[in-house]
């Protein structure tokens, strides 16, 4: 069964013949150019990537213009900056094609002191905190690598078109009553520069993006 891989893409071209080369068998990678000046979607067409180009800014516009793009029925979203191996992505597809759960992300496991910056893991695991609280799902890291079915996925109406889009998603989920679960991945120092978690202000712009979701869920 074919699974379609959206990767969020903004000046990757450094990293990204390592993670396509890293693609398992049965998995069509999605770059979605957010507006690239390094070359990045030439990159990704000579390593057999399907590209598409997103040019409304953020993670969110980037990942749900991948989504449109999948034909696959199920669809895994995942970093393009080198920080995980694709070739994990099966564990992570398995429980929804198994049937054993409806959403499935990967728990990032860093492989050296570098991979996480201390600010962004302190970010990510209130967050994951006041997520468990809000919906009950039962996570603890709110990463980009995860995989659920495409049509679901559209059905749930994430909104958010900015750093939000992955809680938003989670979300929506749990409240729709999908069985929400996680599997251990690796999690390596990106290539290259980061441009939101590796950065406080990146972080903060994340954190406030996340907590707009939450309220508005709230509300």
């Not at 069509?28 to 150019?33: C, G, L, S, T």
């Not at 996480?116 to 609280?133: E, G």
């Not at 603890?140 to 995989?147: E, F, K, N, V």
């Not at 939101?196 to 712009?205: C, I, Q, S």
Request: hydrophobic share 50%; aromatic share 4%.
């Amino acid at each position: 069964m074919l699974v379609d891989v959206v990767l969020p893409c903004l000046d990757e071209a450094r990293a990204l013949p390592g993670v396509l080369r890293a693609l398992p068998p049965g998995f069509r990678a999605i770059v979605v150019d957010n507006g690239s000046t390094d070359g990045s979607a030439e990159v990704a067409a000579a390593h057999g990537a399907l590209v598409v180009a997103e040019a409304r800014r953020g993670f969110g516009a980037a990942a749900h213009r991948g989504l449109l793009a999948a034909t696959a029925d199920i669809v895994a979203f995942c970093d393009a900056d080198g920080s995980f191996d694709l070739a994990e992505l099966d564990r992570v597809c398995a429980p929804v094609r198994e049937g054993r759960a409806d959403l499935v992300l990967g728990r990032r496991r860093p492989q050296s002191w570098g991979a996480w910056p201390l600010h962004a893991r302190v970010a990510n695991a209130v967050l994951a905190r006041r997520l468990r609280r809000l919906s009950g799902a039962a996570l603890h890291d709110l990463g980009p690598m995860r995989a659920a079915r495409r049509e679901h996925l559209l059905a749930l109406g994430v909104a958010d078109r900015r750093s939000g889009y992955p809680l938003e998603m989670v979300v929506r989920a749990a409240h729709a009553g999908w069985r929400v679960a996680e599997t251990d991945v690796s999690y390596r120092p990106r290539v290259g520069r980061s441009k939101v978690t590796g950065t406080v202000r990146g972080t903060l712009t994340a954190i406030a993006d996340m907590s707009r979701v939450l309220a508005e869920v709230r509300a």
